[in-house]
Nanobody
Framework: QVRLEESGGGLVQAGGSLRLSCAAS???????MAWFRQAPGKEREFVAG????????DYPDPVKGRFTISRDNAKNTMSLQMNSLKPEDTAVYYC?????????????????WGQGTQVTVSS
C-alpha cells in the first residue's frame, strides 16, 4: 500500500518561489507520478507529470516554463519547483501516483493521493 505526503507549501509574494516535496512510504519507482492543484470553487487540474524514470515530463500551458517536476527514485520522493509564482497559482497542491509507468494527464489514472499542501500567492 502506497502512502503519499506533500510538504513545502506556504505563503509567498507574487514573483517568488516555492519547492514542494512528496514523500512515498511505499514503492512508486515503477509508476508515473503527477502534481494536481485545486483552488476554491474550481475543479482539480493537472499541473505537472513525470514518467516512471523521470525521463519524460509534461506541463500544461499555465505553468510551462515556470514549474519543474522531478523525482528521486532512490529516495522515493518527488518534487515540484515553482518559480515566478502568480496569484492564480493559489491552490491546494496534491501529489499522486498512477497505475502504470506511462505519463498521463487523466485524473482517473491516478489512484493514490496525498492530503495536499496549501500554496498561497499574494499580489
Amino acid at each position: 500500500q502506497v502512502r503519499l505526503e506533500e510538504s513545502g507549501g506556504g505563503l509567498v509574494q507574487a514573483g517568488g518561489s516555492l519547492r514542494l516535496s512528496c514523500a512515498a512510504s511505499g514503492r512508486t519507482t515503477m509508476n508515473a507520478m503527477a502534481w494536481f492543484r485545486q483552488a476554491p470553487g474550481k475543479e482539480r487540474e493537472f499541473v505537472a507529470g513525470i514518467n516512471w524514470n523521470g525521463g519524460i515530463t509534461d506541463y500544461p500551458d499555465p505553468v510551462k516554463g515556470r514549474f519543474t517536476i522531478s523525482r528521486d527514485n532512490a529516495k522515493n520522493t518527488m518534487s515540484l519547483q515553482m518559480n515566478s509564482l502568480k496569484p492564480e497559482d493559489t491552490a491546494v497542491y496534491y501529489c499522486t501516483a498512477a497505475g502504470s509507468g506511462f505519463i498521463t494527464r487523466a485524473m482517473a489514472a491516478f489512484r493514490v493521493w496525498g492530503q495536499g499542501t496549501q500554496v498561497t500567492v499574494s499580489s
